[in-house]
């Protein structure tokens, strides 16, 4: 009989987290698994799928391993359409894991499979998804009055000068027989500016770890 060939492919860190399953016990490994297939599966919230006395056990660093371990391989292995027999497989050859506990991790897959893969199908698709073709900005200052500030003595108070970004996202997206152009507009303060840009280049690094985990 043909060994079915497993095709998951997975980085090093993933495969050392998914390694410490071993840890759990099956109960534990049965929700931590359910959790990942639920939020994968746009069912629950990330908070609400892991809050439960059965994680309580765990410690906080082992979940967000494990956590982010068996989303990678469900997303992976739903993407590269294997079976649940490949992941348990997967499981037992690259990762250690006891066959036993694989199986635990294979029927959640299985079960949630054709699921995860109609959720993939639909997120790849950005066709009906705006992008940005361009940014317009400029600069004002908001002179508020002291008596805003609920200041009495005007004369000693000066008034406050509030710095204010005014952005404009040029958006395009498409439509029949071309593009439709559009617009978003905000106004942000210095601080909120700052943290929508740390953001951006928190996502531009993570995809940097993937492409070179891959």
């Known amino acids: ?23 759990c016990s099956d109960a534990e490994l049965q929700a931590m698994a359910a959790a990942v297939a639920s939020v994968l599966m746009g069912l629950q919230r990330e908070h609400a799928a892991l809050d ?11 979940i967000k391993s494990l956590y ?43 079960d949630a499979k054709e699921r995860l893969r109609k959720e993939l199908g639909r997120t790849g ?46 958006t395009a997206e498409k439509a029949d027989g071309g593009e439709v152009n559009g617009k978003t507009a905000f106004v942000c303060s210095v601080e909120q500016l700052q943290d929508l840009v740390l953001t951006l280049k928190d996502a531009c690094k993570a995809v940097e770890r993937v492409v070179h985990q891959g």
């Open 125 to 170: 698709d950005y066709s009906s998804i705006s992008r940005v073709k361009g940014v317009d900005w400029r600069l004002e200052y908001r002179v508020g009055s002291a008596e805003e500030d609920g200041e009495e003595d005007h004369e000693r108070v000066p008034p406050r000068r509030d710095l204010l970004y005014h952005v404009v996202l040029k």
């Open 68 to 110: 982010s371990a068996l989303a990678c391989l469900f997303v992976e292995a739903a993407k590269s359409d294997a079976s649940a027999r490949s992941l348990v497989a997967f499981l037992r050859g690259k990762c250690g894991v006891s066959e036993a506990q694989a199986g635990i991790v294979g029927e959640v897959f299985g």
């Open 1 to 23: 009989m043909a060994t079915e060939e497993v095709v998951i492919d997975v980085g090093g860190e993933c495969v050392e987290s998914l390694r410490s399953i071993a840890k």
């Open 52 to 62: 439960g006395p059965i994680f309580e056990q765990l410690e906080v660093d082992l």
